[in-house]
T-cell receptor, first 112, second 112 residues
Framework: QKEVEQDPGPLSVPEGAIVSLNCTYSNSAFQYFMWYRQYSRKGPELLMYTYSSGNKEDGRFTAQVDKSSKYISLFIRDSQPSDSATYLCAMTKTSGTYKYIFGTGTRLKVLA | DTAVSQTPKYLVTQMGNDKSIKCEQNLGHDTMYWYKQDSKKFLKIMFSYNNKELIINETVPNRFSPKSPDKAHLNLHINSLELGDSAVYFC???????????FGQGTRLTVV
């Protein structure tokens, strides 16, 4: 079993839809949780970063962490064609790990 | 003003050759990483360095040798390149091996 599981998609939604992207993980020691967006032939771009449980909102993006269920989510409101990309979740432990574990990424397509 | 920059962006080379990829970060971070992304977009840690010291070597063949001349630079030298080395290699950095990690734009290596 992988440490981080993520549905690879592809996920196609109409413009304006609310998108929900999710990851589950097995290691309860993970404390830092990140979402990256990666456009084709580009590097991963940090979108959201949360520490421990809770919600964080930034514009159209909301990240949620539920440590009791070992489940993290990224919601995109009013999705745009420019949101079409691969979304990667990543996580790491509190300190001394020096390693980020990534999900396999979900490919999202927002149709105009 | 690029935070994490890698050179070259593209590298096409023949089997058996030796090549290097360079990485520099201007974020003041003390931890740097090399990640490999395969054709399915999965990002896997190869090495991490903290304050110029190797912290993680994730069962990478000896043909791969990282070098960190100072905290802001991490280079990757690959000897005797093989077809299976074809991938995108990403450099990243973070503070003290935790928190948010920032990625470079990647080096697309093609071995023919």
């Amino acid at each position: 079993q992988k440490e981080v599981e993520q549905d690879p998609g592809p996920l196609s939604v109409p413009e304006g839809a609310i998108v929900s992207l999710n990851c589950t993980y097995s290691n309860s020691a993970f404390q830092y949780f990140m979402w990256y967006r990666q456009y084709s032939r580009k590097g991963p771009e940090l979108l959201m970063y949360t520490y421990s449980s809770g919600n964080k909102e930034d514009g159209r993006f909301t990240a949620q962490v539920d440590k009791s269920s070992k489940y993290i989510s990224l919601f995109i409101r009013d999705s745009q064609p420019s949101d079409s990309a691969t979304y990667l979740c990543a996580m790491t432990k509190t300190s001394g790990t020096y390693k980020y574990i990534f999900g396999t990424g979900t490919r999202l397509k927002v149709l105009a | 003003d690029t935070a994490v920059s890698q050179t070259p962006k593209y590298l096409v080379t023949q089997m058996g050759n030796d090549k290097s990829i360079k990485c520099e970060q201007n974020l003041g971070h003390d931890t740097m990483y090399w990640y490999k992304q395969d054709s399915k977009k999965f990002l896997k840690i190869m090495f991490s360095y903290n304050n110029k010291e190797l912290i993680i070597n994730e069962t990478v063949p000896n043909r791969f040798s990282p070098k960190s001349p100072d905290k802001a630079h991490l280079n990757l030298h690959i000897n005797s390149l093989e077809l299976g080395d074809s991938a995108v290699y990403f450099c990243a950095s973070s503070r003290a091996g935790q928190g948010e990690a920032f990625f470079g734009q990647g080096t697309r290596l093609t071995v023919v």
